[in-house]
């Protein structure tokens, strides 16, 4: 049996879109911080730990929903067997540089603690998990582009060497300019689009 | 004492994200933590240092914050008592 793509998701500063479909306009003229709150409201989260994180987090935390929502996964309580692999091309520097305006001058020296827990781009893997229970496997890569082959190579291994029955995959950035989010739950079974990297990149590209 | 309590308050809404709470909401009597606004130990960090920014306190026994994030009146008092600006 091979892997399919059950689900994707993107959030652009346009549009959120799931399996394709556009499911609500986000108002491009308005700053990122206030896009991530209209998303946030349109989903009907309930979640006050959102407004501490930091954006990629925020982003992240939106996409995940966007993909779980309405899946058997989001009931299941034990996600053990949930992976997730993610990646972006800026890591967490906008949060870095953010850091470092706290330290940067000895006169008025206060690094922010809730900053600094945000100057990693694998926190937010860890916020999803902690929203969604999922304990699985996990990493998160830093390339400059997303890369469809890297992903379809690294989720195969997940799938055959480990106890990973489904895993969330894709990319989520955010730098000071812009940002974009792409989910795919993949999944084992036959219906659904094929799990390749030529559906990856269609998909991606037709976000 | 009431304007640093109300100051207090904003700076906390302000500096720890709280949306959706206003000034009013937070009881002066009840906990910071556990029950009461729900922070975690990120928070208890962030008002640390909102003390040593602000009020020019520095606490030298971080654990002495269970103390004083006891409740907003014994925050201000402790304030109140220790400042340096």
Redesign the interface.
Known sequence: MGLIINKYCSITPHKVCVDGLKIFDINDQQSLEKSLVQTYRNLELEY?KF??MDNLSKLAILASECLLKNTELYKIADKGNVALVLSNASSSLVTDSNYHLTIDDPKNY?????LF?YTLPNITIGEICIKHKIYGENIFFVSEHPDASALYVYVNELFERTNTEYCIAGWVECNVNTYEAFLLLVGKGSNGDTFDVKTIDNLYNTK | MDELILELKQEIIKVLNLQGVKPEDIDNDAPLFGDGLGLDSIDALELIVLLEKNYGIKLEDPGKGREIFGSINIFAKYISENRKK
Request: no cysteine; proline share 33%; hydrophobic share 35%.
């Open positions: 006050p407004f501490k206060f690094p922010s603690p809730s827990v």
